[in-house]
């Protein structure tokens, strides 16, 4: 990759990290508009900041956007005869993320188990790597109820990220956080409102207290403690939510639009009640 586009997606990547997710997207565009006009626009060397401008679109809740990158990278890779390795096991990660974002989790596991397949294909594949896209599969198989082989699934990528990674990574706190949803689907809602509560520890340890990724562990626990009949724990959760996401994400990104929806519809905080 040209070593002024690989700076670019480092500096990308960093930022999302940070949660400046607007910012991130500002310095891709910028380096894959400036990377066209020297290279051309059917450049291979323009997959990678692609993925990365889809996953930031995602994030951002333009996921028409994220859909036109994911599937430009995916061309130019098919045009210069790449079927496999780790940057094709990655984008067909995030097109499944994508297309379960958009709630089509039936269309995101087939391109789940094919990214995975191509991951397993890897020599010497980064177990990490492994645990990343079985994770993801298991949050699509909890959508789609099959909740037993999600639960296999996770509970492995678990021990794989507290023993490589430690107990307080980030990805302990997203598998945390599956897990939770998990309790929540099965209706065991105080144990998920337990396992959702640790999440959001980890993640706010590992990401910073105004993180925009916390926000969905925020809304998920919010809806177990409505569950539980605690509706100012809930709205407390969800005004947290809020506030870290606007200004952050597209008005129209689903995690904001949920936020507002259950808190339009959760009652008030009552003095002296």
Do not use: W
């Amino acid at each position: 990759m040209d070593e002024r586009l690989r700076g670019a997606v480092q500096r990308a990547r960093q930022l999302r990290e940070a949660g400046a997710y607007e910012r991130a997207q500002r310095c891709l565009h910028e380096a894959v508009e400036a990377a066209e006009r020297v290279l051309g626009a059917g450049a291979l060397e323009l997959a990678v900041p692609l993925n990365e401008l889809g996953i930031l679109g995602k994030y951002r809740g333009e996921l028409a956007a994220a859909r036109r990158h994911y599937e430009r990278a995916m061309d130019l890779y098919e045009r210069h005869g790449v079927t496999g390795g780790p940057d094709i096991a990655a984008l067909l990660h995030n097109i499944a993320g994508l297309a379960h974002a958009r709630g089509d989790a039936a269309a995101a596991e087939p391109v789940a188990r094919q990214g995975l397949a191509v991951r397993e294909a890897i020599p010497d594949v980064d177990p990490l790597d492994l645990a990343l896209d079985r994770a993801a599969l298991s949050a699509i198989l909890i959508d789609l109820g099959r909740l037993d082989e999600a639960y296999a699934i996770l509970t492995a990528a678990l021990g794989t990220y507290r023993a490589v990674l430690g107990p307080d990574h980030h990805e302990v706190g997203v598998t945390l956080h599956n897990l939770g949803s998990l309790e929540f689907r099965a209706g065991r809602y105080a144990a998920a409102a337990g396992t959702l509560g640790q999440a959001y520890d980890v993640k706010r340890v590992a990401l910073g207290p105004r993180h925009p990724d916390l926000a969905i562990t925020l809304h998920n626990l919010a809806r177990c403690r409505q569950e539980l009949g605690d509706h100012a724990g809930a709205r407390q959760c969800l005004e947290e939510a809020v506030g870290q996401l606007a200004g952050e994400v597209a008005e129209s990104e689903p995690t904001l639009l949920a936020c507002r929806r259950l808190l339009a519809a959760t009652a008030p905080l009552v003095p002296g009640v």
